[in-house]
């Protein structure tokens, strides 16, 4: 079966550093993405990973390894409009895309 | 730019009543749209796709439809609501000709099934 796992839950302080780990069992890779859901709203896009490697984008860096089956989202700088879910999601070999449950990410002051 | 609608915000309906919830793309043409559903606490669940007028693909067997009468609209439809439809229902939309494109979603319909 196709896999995607993340922590459910982790908590941050205000200016620090957090990475939010994926890990992904699929059939076929095609990218992989990251995105951000606040509660009650829809996710929101943030980055998107086919090569290996980190992409930086501001605040946030997105990494991937794909013989390692794994992705990381790097957040700097923390700021309390950080908490969030923060969704990962991979693309496999028939263009579907596979979601994991979510990492609720809980900053604090 | 594009923007994505969908209406009703939030919806609480009885067991067995019908359902329709309406999705519309503003700002491109011949889009993907999607309809996904996310329970609490639960990954979104791929409900139904579409590449086109008409042509619509089902991921999972239930009581839900859905229909494409325009280019840019979008319909979840049920006859008859099961306790187990109520959740998070997501409509998104990207770019056509590849499913590399990143997807980008509508505000939501929150459905509570009573």
């Known amino acids: 079966g196709q896999n995607i796992d993340q922590p459910t839950e982790m908590t941050a302080t205000e200016g620090a550093i957090v990475q939010i780990n994926c890990t992904y069992q699929?059939?076929?890779?095609?990218?992989l993405f990251w995105y951000q859901q606040h509660a009650g709203e829809a996710p929101t896009f943030l980055s998107y990973n086919v090569l290996d490697g980190l992409e930086e984008k501001g605040r946030f860096s997105s990494f991937l390894s794909r013989s390692k089956g794994y992705s990381y989202l790097l957040l700097k700088e923390l700021q309390m409009k950080d908490s969030a879910s923060y969704l990962c999601a991979v693309l496999d070999s028939n263009y579907q895309l596979i979601w994991g449950a979510g990492t609720k990410l809980i900053i604090k002051p | 730019s594009q923007t994505i609608h969908q209406w009703p915000a939030t919806l609480v309906q009885p067991v067995g009543s019908p359902l329709s919830l309406e999705c519309t793309v503003e700002?491109?043409?011949?889009?993907?749209l999607y309809w996904y559903r996310q329970a609490a606490g639960r990954g979104l669940q791929l409900l139904f796709y579409s590449v086109g007028i008409g042509q619509i693909s089902s991921e999972v067997p239930q009581n839900l439809s859905a229909s494409r009468p325009q280019d840019r609209q979008f319909i979840l439809s049920s006859k008859k609501l099961l306790l187990s439809d109520s959740g998070f229902y997501l409509c998104?939309?990207?770019?056509?000709?590849?499913?590399?494109?990143?997807?980008?979603f509508g505000p939501g319909t929150r459905l509570l099934v009573l």
């Open positions: 700002g491109t043409s011949n889009p993907n």
């Open positions: 699929t059939s076929g890779f095609n990218g």
């Open positions: 998104a939309w990207s770019t056509s000709g590849s499913f590399h494109e990143t997807q980008y």
